[in-house]
């Protein structure tokens, strides 16, 4: 599915295409998720740590691999043609039952942040986990990635008591019902 819409701000227009994440799409996704996790990151990850999550060509063969899953559930937003932001989902890692998807990543540029891109991405898979007939959705974040909790805040996503180490940092479940 594909979407196209544009957003205004101010005197700006830009137009906003959403669509499947496709075989041939790795690149784009790889540089996508390692340049967000650079800026959102930087704060939070030992530079040890973040060199090592953000090695373009080992999220460029990740994204070969995923890509040709089947039940591969992935999107790529583009902005004025330029690609943005990427987002996967699926059903829950956690074995919290069938009814439960979970927001598995969504990663944008920071040149863009706070722009309503990231909100464009969130309803298009929140519409998504929603026509598969989740019933809720969950999703991780680091506690220390405060941006990213109050956009998820900002979007219905409440804290649960759920919480986890990854890497020696700690991770929080946020979860939402649809």
């Not at 987002?87 to 890692?93: E, K």
Request: hydrophobic share 40%.
């Amino acid at each position: 599915m594909e979407i196209r819409f544009e957003i205004v701000r101010g005197n700006n227009m830009d137009s906003v295409i959403i669509r499947k994440a496709i075989p041939g799409d790795e690149q784009v996704l790889a540089y996508i998720q390692t340049e967000s996790w650079k800026a959102a990151f930087v704060a939070i990850l030992s530079p040890e740590e973040l060199e090592r999550c953000t090695n373009l060509q080992k999220a460029e063969q990740m994204y070969h691999s995923i890509l040709r899953r089947d039940g591969c559930n992935m999107a790529i937003e583009l902005v004025n043609d330029q690609p943005h932001c990427t987002a996967a989902w699926g059903q829950n890692r956690c074995n919290l039952g069938d009814a439960v998807g979970e927001l598995i990543c969504i990663h944008s540029l920071q040149n863009n942040w706070a722009k309503g891109y990231g909100s464009a991405m969130m309803e298009y898979v929140l519409a998504q986990l929603q026509q598969a007939k989740y019933e809720s959705v969950i999703l991780w974040v680091f506690e220390a990635n405060t941006r990213a909790r109050k956009f998820y805040e900002k979007h219905g996503f409440e804290l649960t008591e759920q919480k986890k180490m990854a890497n020696g940092i700690a991770e929080l479940m946020y979860k939402k019902d649809l």
